[in-house]
């Protein structure tokens, strides 16, 4: 009994030390540009850094040429890994969402809502990767011309550093 103890507490030692070496050589930093909002005429860039396997934080920042800006924090949970050999190709997330929208400071217009979004990350080679997301919520805080529903849609493409 004694023994079997001893052989479960160095496995689960190793199994631990393994997964954080894992998580130590991942690349942990993203940056990424929304292709949708591009071609929409907008100008957009998100900085990501992964905190664990399961969780990563990051910021958005998108800007329309009708001087319209949007500012999203990101919180990304991840639930579903897939690897192939030892590397990390894909996984699922949800992300709750919150986002500011505001106009040019001359008409004084800002908007902000909250919403669900679930999402797929493709790790492509070393270096880039490729995720779509899609998410609906609502408008809580925001003027006349802005009430209602809330929507994101995106595919972005980036860099891992």
Request: aromatic fraction near 16%; proline fraction near 2%.
């Amino acid at each position: 009994m004694k023994k079997t103890l001893i052989i479960c507490a160095f496995l689960m030692i190793g199994a631990s030390v393994y997964a954080q070496s894992e998580f130590e050589s991942f690349k942990k930093f993203e940056i990424k540009t929304n292709v949708f909002y591009d071609v929409l005429g907008a100008a957009d860039l998100t900085l990501e850094a992964f905190t664990s396997e399961n969780f990563s934080l990051g910021i958005s920042g998108h800007y329309t040429y009708s001087n319209r800006w949007e500012s999203e924090p990101r919180f990304l949970f991840f639930f579903a890994r897939q690897y192939i050999g030892s590397r990390q190709s894909k996984g699922l997330y949800l992300e709750p969402f919150f986002t500011v929208n505001w106009e040019d400071s001359q008409s004084g217009k800002m908007s902000s809502g909250a919403g669900l979004a679930a999402g797929h990350k493709w790790f492509i080679g070393k270096k880039f990767l490729l995720e779509t997301f899609i998410g609906i919520g609502e408008n809580f805080l925001s003027d006349p011309d802005n009430s209602g529903t809330v929507g994101r849609i995106g595919v972005n493409f980036g860099i891992r550093l």
